[in-house]
Each structure stands twice: as C-alpha cells, then as structure tokens.
C-alpha cells in the first residue's frame, strides 16, 4: 500500500516549457487535489476532483490544467511554464465517511522555473 | 480577512516543555477542524481531528476547539525535537479543506 505517489520529486523547467505532474492513490478514494505550496503562503488549492469523470476549480487555477485519467490518477499539466509557478506541488486524496474531509499527501514536487 | 489565520512563527521552545499552537477562523458554521504535521521537504499528515467543540486527546497531544470564540487549539505536552515541523490547522467547507498557513515549531535540545 504505497498511498499517494507522485512524480517527478524534481524539475527544472525554462520558461515557455510545458510539463506534466502526474499522482496516483491506491487507497480508492474518491477526491484527488491538486496544492501548491510557497513560503509563507500555506497551501492553496489548484484543482479538485470530487469523483472520477469531474474536475473543479480552485483557488488559483490559472495557468494550470488537470485530467482525472481514472479513479486512480489525477495528473497537472503546465501548459507554458512562468516563474511565478515555482513552488512545491502537492497531490492529495480524500477519505470517505466520517473522515471525508481528511486529506493524504503525497510527497511533492519540487519545480523551479527559469 | 483569510477564512483560517495562523501565525507562521517560528515558535521556539526547549525540549519537554508544553506547546501551545493557534488558530482563528472567521465562519462559525466550520464544524470539523483538523491538524496535519509538516516534516520539512514532506507532504502534510493529518495529526488531529476534531468534530464541532471541546477536547480530544492522542498520547502527548490535546486538540482543543472554542466554538464561541472562534479558537481552534494544538497542545503538545513534553515536547520532544521530534516534534519540530510545520504545524497546519484546517476546516471543512464542501469537501474542500481550508488552510492556515502553518506554524513553524522547533524544539531544542
């Protein structure tokens, strides 16, 4: 059970470069997100899929794209990489029942752009 | 005004001491509150949960929730430099969880 993993740890990206993050869960829950984290700035949500087949804005969705492959798999697609998107990402996904609201994340991606 | 305000810190206390981290939050219909520990260069993990008011308790550690005032609060008793993370509060609205921005805690030896 390997929980919430994420690929790559790293990248260094030029500007006007495209990339895709991808996250996959074994823990079959239904919600996957998408954070990004910056100093001083806590987390903020990107994207959210509240279930296989939907996908939701965030807080600061802008420049960003999702897919929700599979109840599995949400990938983050950078179109046209900016500085101002160098930040550590996080994928997350969500329990079920009572503990619907309670999130597990997987490690981060730590991208910086040129 | 942020939904969940949290003061970044550092907060810096010697080993075995009690810690006390907070949070405020603006909207009094958040029901379930939550706490996660960030080890540097980690994701979050959820520590604590807590539903509507009162006290809950896990080992060294005692989650505290002041509806009336709005005061979510984290006790850490005989704090250890294990302890030393980011510590995050965070509520529910519509299966979304909304975050403060974490309090940085070191424990010295």
């Known amino acids: 059970n390997a929980g919430v993993t994420q690929t790559p740890k790293f990248q260094v990206l030029k500007t006007g470069q495209s990339m895709t993050l991808q996250c996959a869960q074994d823990?079959?829950?239904?919600?996957m997100y998408w954070y990004r984290q910056d100093p001083g700035m806590g987390l903020r949500l990107i994207y959210y899929?509240?279930?296989?087949?939907?996908?939701d804005k965030g807080e600061v969705p802008n420049g960003y794209n999702v897919s929700r492959l599979n109840k599995r798999e949400f990938s983050l697609r950078l179109e046209s990489a900016a500085p101002s998107q160098t930040s550590v990402y996080f994928c997350?996904?969500?329990?079920?029942?009572?503990?619907?609201?309670?999130?597990?994340f997987g490690p981060g991606t730590r991208l910086t752009v040129l | 005004q942020k939904e969940v305000e949290q003061d970044p810190g550092p907060l810096s206390v010697p080993e075995g001491a009690i810690v006390s981290l907070n949070c405020t939050y603006s909207?009094?219909?958040?029901?379930?509150f939550m706490w996660y520990r960030q080890y540097s260069r980690k994701g979050p993990e959820l520590l604590m949960y807590?539903?509507s008011s009162g006290n809950k308790e896990d080992g060294r550690f005692t989650a505290q929730v002041d509806k009336s005032s709005k005061y979510i609060s984290l006790f850490i008793r005989d704090s250890q430099p294990s302890d030393s993370a980011t510590y995050l509060c965070?509520?529910?609205?519509?299966?979304?969880?909304?975050w403060g921005a974490g309090t940085k805690l070191i424990i010295k030896p």
């Open positions: 965070a509520t529910d609205s519509n299966y979304q969880l909304i």
């Open positions: 807590t539903y």
């Open positions: 899929s509240a279930s296989e087949g939907t996908t």
């Open positions: 997350a996904s969500g329990g079920v029942g009572q503990l619907r609201d309670t999130q597990y």
């Open positions: 823990m079959n829950h239904n919600s």
């Open positions: 909207n009094s219909a958040f029901q379930y």
